[in-house]
């Protein structure tokens, strides 16, 4: 595959992580805060730095940069990373390791967008209880 670094043993088998790549898009969340240089970030996954260099020109994560270009991983940059790994370690190529992480995010957010939808759908029952119930007062106040 060439993906993984055997000097390092492979990849340390994390949990997996959604596809969301922790680019600067959200500041305000410290799971998103690029912090780690590309070389404590490939020590901490188990990998080279080679590796995450490939996985960004592939498409499967945007590091954080620095002014002067520096790149800068996150900690949800490090879990995308390990669930590379562990798609990697069960036999995908990156071109299937890219869909799988773009289809668990897709998942993910249609998931979020049914619980939105599934609350908004309650307050509506709601509602028409109530509506049904004044109905009943103002029809037995009429009769």
């Not at 690029?34 to 901490?44: F, P, W």
């Not at 036999?91 to 049914?114: I, R, Y």
Request: proline share 1%.
């Amino acid at each position: 595959m060439g993906a993984t670094d055997s000097s390092s043993g492979g990849h340390d088998g994390g949990l997996g992580a959604a596809a969301s790549d922790g680019g600067s898009g959200s500041t305000g969340d410290r799971d998103a805060l690029g912090v780690y240089a590309i070389s404590v970030a490939a020590e901490l996954v188990g990998t080279g730095q080679q590796n995450l260099r490939l996985y960004e020109r592939k498409g499967l994560l945007t590091p954080e940069r620095t002014d002067g270009g520096t790149r800068r991983y996150s900690e949800r940059n490090l879990a995308t990373l390990r669930r590379i790994g562990v798609l990697l370690d069960e036999g995908l190529n990156l071109a299937g390791v890219k869909l799988v992480l773009e289809l668990e995010a897709e998942n993910q957010g249609l998931t979020e967008d049914n619980r939105g939808l599934a609350q908004d759908n309650e307050g509506l029952r709601e509602d028409n209880r109530g509506l049904r119930r004044d109905l009943k007062r103002a029809r037995g106040k009429a009769g």
